[in-house]
T-cell receptor
Framework: EAGVVQSPRYKIIEKKQPVAFWCNPI?????LYWYRQNLGQGPELLIR????????DSQLPKDRFSAERLKGVDSTLKIQPAELGDSAVYLC??????????????FGPGTRLTVL | SQQGEEDPQALSIQEGENATMNCSYK?????LQWYRQNSGRGLVHLIL?????REKHSGRLRVTLDTSKKSSSLLITASRAADTASYFC???????????FGTGTRLQVFP
């Protein structure tokens, strides 16, 4: 069974440039998450989707970050413009979403972003 | 923001020894999970313990949960070099239904 797929695996850009990350969750998983993981830290949630709906985007810096999950399957996360502090690993995860108190998430390998 | 902290931040042991990692958290939870992250790979779910459980086993892993102290421990018995990784606890917050990760313990197992 295929796991969560993310691309690209690595991205190096100059500050002020745009960048986009793509995620394909496990088939049948309704819930999709984007996390950011800074060096030496645990992942922090940016946004959570239930199907097409963003149900928790409270941690997403909306001035420069945007995300979409148009058909309730694949998702993209965009940063425009990127800043030096955005350098991190961006992780996508998915889960069945039910029951709500059993929240095992399956993670992709992540995209390591370096902003120069 | 991080929910809690793992202790120790880093741990080095020899193959065959046991490794114990601790996690403290701050709010009421539905469950607590442990994840492993190898260098260059995503996080892998290891074990989940519900708030009404006190101990759980899975292979060489043993997890305990003390909700009165808001703490959990992960014990890896008879460690192997392949256990070298970062280990994170994550709590499923009762009020927000959000999985919040700790800061991680970096485990190094020497052959």
């Amino acid at each position: 069974e295929a796991g969560v797929v993310q691309s690209p695996r690595y991205k190096i850009i100059e500050k002020k440039q745009p960048v986009a990350f793509w995620c394909n969750p496990i088939s049948g998983h309704n819930t999709l998450y984007w996390y950011r993981q800074n060096l030496g830290q645990g992942p922090e949630l940016l946004i959570r989707y239930e199907n097409e709906e963003a149900v928790d985007d409270s941690q997403l810096p909306k001035d420069r970050f945007s995300a979409e999950r148009l058909k309730g399957v694949d998702s993209t996360l965009k940063i425009q413009p990127a800043e030096l502090g955005d350098s991190a690993v961006y992780l996508c995860a998915s889960s069945l979403g039910i029951p709500v108190n059993y929240n095992e998430q399956f993670f992709g390998p992540g995209t390591r972003l370096t902003v120069l | 923001s991080q929910q809690g902290e793992e202790d120790p931040q880093a741990l080095s042991i020899q193959e065959g020894e046991n490794a114990t990692m601790n996690c403290s958290y701050k709010t009421s939870i539905n469950n607590l999970q442990w994840y492993r992250q190898n260098s260059g790979r995503g996080l892998v779910h290891l074990i989940l313990i519900r708030s009404n459980e006190r101990e759980k086993h899975s292979g060489r892993l043993r997890v305990t949960l003390d909700t009165s102290k808001k703490s959990s421990s992960l014990l890896i018995t008879a460690s192997r070099a392949a256990d070298t990784a970062s280990y994170f606890c994550a709590t499923d917050n009762k009020n927000t239904d959000k999985l919040i990760f700790g800061t991680g313990t970096r485990l190094q197992v020497f052959p």
